[in-house]
């Protein structure tokens, strides 16, 4: 089984996300975020109790050319700019390799730049992966979660061995955005890179 760990908009700097406006107005926590050494990498997140929203820039090119996962391009517009991670256990497909996250878990990555960024935690026991269980609670908006997201933009291989197995998630054509229904919220929030 497969559940939703976290989604990425990949962002060309700090906070270049139109839509962060709507964070606040929907009364939701969006945390001070932290650094991934070695990654290269900086964000900040949304966070529920089963899952997350990390908004995702390069902080050190030098680092995040060293790790291999192309964020860098994924950052600036040259790949699709969004991710899925899951927790469970991988879908058979070729393209998976395995990546350790410095200082963090192990994962299996697909990285194709045409479709989403996608990893897999796996995991036999997944509670303890659960947001609620290993961040700060003060960041958690424990009254809401994610009922839906839409990845839009997300180009032809979007699905690539999730599309089945993954409830929730859909993609879609178009100009690229993250669409998110929330439980308890009326309407939508809509994250844009840029």
Avoid at 11 to 37: E, N
Avoid at 44 to 65: C, G, K, M, N, Q
Avoid at 84 to 112: I, K, N, S
Wanted: aromatic content about 6%; hydrophobic content about 45%; proline content about 8%.
């Amino acid at each position: 089984m497969l559940e939703l760990d976290h989604l990425i908009v990949f962002l060309p700097g700090p906070d270049r996300c139109a839509g962060l406006d709507r964070v606040a107005a929907a009364d939701l926590v969006l945390d001070r975020g932290i650094r991934h050494v070695g990654q290269g990498t900086r964000n900040r997140r949304i966070v529920f109790p089963d899952s997350y929203v990390e908004l995702l820039w390069v902080d050190s090119p030098a680092e995040a050319r060293a790790s291999g996962l192309r964020f860098e391009e994924r950052c600036d517009g040259r790949a699709r700019p969004f991710g899925v991670v899951l927790r469970g256990r991988a879908p058979e497909h070729p393209g998976f390799v395995t990546y350790a996250v410095p200082a963090g878990p192990t994962l299996r990555v697909l990285d194709d730049p045409a479709a989403p960024f996608l990893a897999v935690h796996e995991a036999a026991d997944l509670d303890p992966l659960r947001p609620a269980r290993r961040m700060d609670p003060e960041v958690v908006n424990a009254a809401t979660g994610i009922a839906h997201a839409e990845i839009v933009g997300a180009g032809a291989g979007a699905a690539l061995g999730i599309a089945g197995a993954l409830r929730g998630v859909s993609f879609a054509d178009g100009e690229p955005a993250l669409r998110l229904a929330l439980r308890g919220r009326s309407g939508s929030l809509v994250l844009r890179p840029g």
